[in-house]
């Protein structure tokens, strides 16, 4: 029931993607820094969720490259997260974390949809070992990928929606290594 939840919910964010305002049609530069606000969670089935709240800024990084039907650029994403998960006995639930990740974001119609996917890799630190009851992190260290559909919306595109699916794991340099899967939406506005 609890992925069924995940999947609605995810769903729902798409919708309400399509449902916002449409900005005029232009090429969308994505050269402006941004700051962003992310909620997420990670079902662990009957023993409940891990969630995130984060807070971040994106930093521009390379110009606009034409590629097939749409256009290419990348950033940096610079955040802190705040994690509470499901606790082993008397345990830790409460971890922070901070991050960076190199992100990839496809433009499509020639870079002047509203529409983007993108696609990012890079690593994390937390202040103690995550553990859970069915998951325990052998290391603070934590590689992250994560992949994103999301839509620009207002005047000149400033602010931004996405949906995005994230994994943590420390790529299996040391055991256990369960990882997590977060769903995450986020909300960003360039300036």
Not at 51 to 58: D, H, K, Q, R
Not at 131 to 153: C, H, I, N
Not at 170 to 175: H, V
Request: net charge neutral; charged share 15%.
């Amino acid at each position: 029931m609890k992925k069924q939840g995940s999947a609605f919910l995810g769903i729902a964010v798409l919708a309400g993607l399509s449902c916002l305002p449409g900005t005029e049609a232009h090429a969308f530069e994505d050269s402006a820094r941004g700051i962003y606000f992310e909620g997420g969670r990670a079902p662990h089935g009957d023993k409940g969720a891990s969630n995130s709240a984060t807070v971040g800024v994106t930093l521009p990084w390379s110009l606009r490259q034409p590629v097939h039907e749409g256009a290419l650029t990348s950033y940096w994403d610079l955040f802190a997260s705040h994690w509470r998960g499901p606790a082993i006995d008397d345990g830790a639930h409460s971890y922070t974390q901070i991050g960076a990740i190199y992100t990839w974001r496809y433009r499509f119609n020639g870079g002047s949809s509203a529409w983007f996917a993108e696609a990012g890799v890079g690593g994390t630190l937390m202040d103690h070992l995550y553990k859970t009851p069915d998951r325990t992190f052998s290391t603070a260290f934590q590689f992250t990928e994560v992949l994103g559909v999301g839509r620009s919306f207002g005047e000149n595109g400033q602010h931004e929606l996405t949906l995005r699916l994230q994994h943590f794991s420390n790529g299996g340099y040391k055991k256990p290594n369960p990882g997590e899967n977060f769903v995450r939406v986020r909300y960003t506005y360039h300036f």
